[in-house]
């Protein structure tokens, strides 16, 4: 693979309305090839951030750089952009064709080449055959294809996608996102997309960026964001997580210990944390990392062994239990008052029988299974 | 919801019943009335026979009278194409205005129906007139001008102030400044309505504004130019108002004529056949105009 080539860059860039701050302060790279996701939940500002970039909103502050040029006051029909609607776009008073057609007819290509690139490109998003059809007896899904085809004739820079599977129903948008994961290694193309949903974020996108009131949270591959967040916001946004608050008791080059007020045993991790000792601390640990054993008279307790004794290891009782299909998550009240979320994968067809709600149980988990967010 | 409504007879004879029954006293059959009189003669000064003639009909279309139903809708096309120009930039205006300056531009537009047509009428010709501020501040500039050609030796002469009143021109000009907020209000509807990313998708694919306005607006837009080419147009043809006050003697509107023969001429018959008859080129040009949009329609489909 040849070295990686930043093709977007914003730079500080601040978008106000008025005295509500939209962007705020974000500075981010984006690199040729990636399938990159702005994530975060509404109102945090991805979308606007995406709009400055297709040149529909303009930055207050800071500048859009493409291929290193500032591209921040160039109107939208000028930029090396071409964006995918949320609602698709797509003009209701054209056919198929000419909806595909039409940047290139603004561009004053020679019909023949139009013709020609039009049937490329339905035939990239598989709608051969589709071309005199109206947009009125297409379906959600089809629409969606239509306005991809649309943008991709261009050959833009970067492809930008608003919010593209969230009209489409649960079925389709699980096709939909290994079929745009394709669609961008067939083409090649810079693809940016905006979601507010994680699940979509983590199964398409090469790189996140996770966003929250305006500000950038954090920027990396969909498994260290999900592994290794940086804020109690990403941990949580990202999944499902227990969170818990404790004060770092211990924090050695290769080992830390955490101990919680609501657990009856600390926390050993096979880490280092470098945040000041006695400090406040906050521990996710997720659902699935949990092991669950039964506990009674005559029972001996787990042992995980990579940590010492009396770390990583809780008494409590099952509350309830949600049976999802491929997993149970239970609630489990622990001694000393808090409720954790366990999952547990339902690997044979008689696991979900397991435990029952009211059963005693241990909770233990490994040395390696938590992360410690010092913010 | 339409299911349960038209369920709801008694409901439905209720609210229905009322406006259906004025509408039949106080419309239909006054003028089933008239219907009656264009095919009758006038046998005393009060007293008309319906005898099936169409004699009314045949004097209704000598060349005199034609000419004059053709005058009136070639002015009613001159002002709706004049409104159209006007109004479309009017609207889009308002379309792209804050929600706040918005709610201030529609409520311009429709202030004129506050006050009196009549009036507003008279106000024009106080516009309009010799006397009247145009042709004043022309003036001004006019003995401006004039001083300073006098410098170089070539003084201009008197100001001879623009005919703007009692012809052709100031019925075309009081027929759009009536008309104007007809024209307006279903474009503003029909543009409000436009799904505003499909605006931004085309500048997105590379076209400029014009483009935008020409490829996307327009079309998308058509379902209100038509209605309000149809609001502006069918009362234009019909105006009375307008060119008695501001119209010269050449410039008479159909209604004038109409008015004439009811009241002056005393000849309700041949009034009615002349009513009657812009009545049908009406309903034919609205018949043809739909039928051309159903085939478009048709073809796109």
Redesign the interface.
Known sequence: MSAAKTIIRFENVTKRYGKVLAVDNVSLAIEEGEFFALLGPSGCGKTTLLRMLAGFETPSEGRILIDGQDISRTPPNRRPVNMVFQSYAVFPHMSVADNVAYGLMVDGVGPAERARRVEEALELVKLEGYGARRPDQLSGGQRQRVALARALIKRPRVLLLDEPLSALDAKLREAMRSELTQLQETVGVTFLFVTHDQDEALAMASRCAVMNRGLLQQVATPSDLYEFPNSRFVADFIGSVNLVEGRLAVDEADHAVVEVAGLPSPIYLDHGVSGAHESTVWVALRPEKIELHKRGEGRAAPLLDDAPAGHNLVPGVIRRIAYLGSESVYDVAVEGGSSVKVSRSNLTRRDQEDFAAEEPVWLAWRASACSVLLS | MDESWRRAKAVFAVLGGPPVLWLVAFFLVPLGVIWGYSFGENRSLTEIAINGTFGNYVHAIKPLYLGIILKSFWFAAVTTALCLVVGFPVAIAITFASEKTKAWLLLLIMLPFWTNLLIRTYALMAVLRDEGYINTILGWGWSGVSRLTALAGHPLGAFQPLPMLHNNFAVVFGLVYVQLPFMVLPLYAALDRL?R??L?????????HL?TFA??VV??AMPGIVSGVLVTLIPSVGAYLTPDLLGGPSSQMIANVIERQFKTANDWPFGAALSFLLMYMTFVAIAVQAIVTRNRARR??
Do not use: I, K, M
């Not at chain 2, 931004?200 to 400029?208: I, N, T």
């Open positions: 799904d990313s499909l931004e998708a085309s500048l997105d694919l590379g076209a400029g483009t490829r996307v079309p998308l796109a489909a």
